[in-house]
Structures are given as C-alpha cells and as structure tokens.
C-alpha cells in the first residue's frame, strides 16, 4: 500500500482503519506543527508511536487534534519498540475524547508556562470547592506554572486545567503569563532586572511563597492568634499528685502571662 496525502482531504481516522484492515507492515509519517510523528504498524495492529517529545499514547492522541497535514505511508518501516498494546477501535475513541476536550480548553488555557495566582475572597464571600480541586488549589502558590502545579499535585495536566478554570470561575484563582515578584525583589527600583540568584531562588524553593492554608490563617481575626486569647482551663484544686516544681511554676507563668 502506497499512501500519501494530507488530513483534510484523507482523515487520520479513516486512514487508521484503513492500515488495520490492509494488514500493512510499515509506518505513517504525518507532519504537525510540532514536528514529525511516526506509527509503526505490523500486520495491521498499532506497535508504537513518536513524536518530537513523547512516545506511546501521548505520541498518538495530539494528531487528533490536527485539522490538516501531510502524511506518508512509509512500507516495510520497522521497530522493535512495543508502546501501545490496546486494540486500535480503543485507542481512536480515546484520542478523539481528549483531542474534544483540549479543543474546548486550549482557547482558556493556551500554553502550559501560565502562572496561577490565588485570589483571597471578603469574609462575606461563601465559595463551593470540589474535593478534587484542593490538590490542585494546595499546590497553586504564585510561582509554579500549570504544569509545575500539576506535578506538584501528581495529577493529569488536563485534570489540572480543568480544576483550574473551575477554581477561577469562582473567583479563586487568576491567571498569569509571569512569575510573581519575591518581596526582596520588589524593594528593587521599577524597571531594574533582577538577579539570577534571585530567581533560581524564587522557583527552586516555592516554599517561602504564601500557600493557599497560609494565606486563609493569616485572615483570621488577629486577636485569635495572639497568645493571651488562649486561655488555659484551670487545674483542680485536689488533683491527688505531689506539687509541681518550681521549673513547672515557671512554665505555668509564662504559659498564663
């Protein structure tokens, strides 16, 4: 079998189908933006799957995203690598899947480097949060990028994404297209660069940001956090044990003070 072409006119599914059912052994060759994919085919089945950065299925699904391309059919091509073991039929209906829901988020979310940022409500402000957007809304500290989020939060980019923009509808999370200045670096004059040092520092320790949990204790009334607001219940007056000693009376004081 001799193929070549482009996706508008032959589309990746039907020229799929069409590898299976011919029992071909050899690969296509189809041209993306990104680069130059690969899909290896023996005997009709699908073996494996490259692309300018990913293998497998991650190689695999993105060309359903494509609404045009060049393609060949390279017969006799061969690999030994094996990353793909389901049945094609599988593969298509999950490609498509994920190709459909990227497609509805790519125009909100156009690249992976956007910072989110938290947004701190009014007291007055009740917001519903999913359980499965406190990993993601725990991880969001300012500094990481969407996909330093999602691995922060060990999650799917595209769980992660979608989390995101709902956390954002609610008015929780903003989005950003820059890293957020550290404090020490916004004492700096406007306009003046900042240090390498400076921002080596700022993404390999994200720790010293202000977290989600920080910024919610640091809304609290103040008087909750000062010390002479916890009030220490009174001990018995015959609790049956000898008396403390002076090193316990001193503590006692400083805890009561």
Known sequence: MQLDGRLSSFPLRELLELSSTSLV??????????GV?????????LVHATGPDASGFEAFWPLFELKDGSFRFVAGAATRVCTIVAPLPELITQAETL?????????????????PELVMQTKDDHVRIFEED?????AVDGLRTIAEVARAARLEVLQVCV???????RGLVRF????????S????????????????????????????FTKLLADLPAQLCEPSA??????????????????????????RS
């Open 37 to 45: 994919h690969h899909l290896f085919f023996v005997q009709g089945r």
């Open 99 to 115: 190709a459909q829901q990227w497609a509805r988020i790519r125009p909100l979310v156009p690249n992976l480097d956007i910072v």
């Open 163 to 169: 989390g995101l923009l709902r956390l954002r509808e």
């Open 134 to 138: 406190w990993p993601i809304l725990s």
């Open 25 to 34: 052994n050899g690969a296509i060759e189809v041209q993306a933006p990104s």
């Open 185 to 212: 670096s916004a004492s700096k004059a406007p306009g003046s660069a900042r240090e390498p040092e400076a921002i080596g520092q700022a993404v390999s320790q994200p720790a010293t940001r202000a977290g989600f």
């Open 176 to 183: 950003s297209h820059r890293r957020a200045v550290s404090s």
């Open 230 to 255: 916890l009030k220490l219940p009174a001990a018995p007056e015959s609790s049956g044990l000898p008396p403390a000693t002076s090193e316990h009376d001193d503590i006692l004081r400083l805890l």
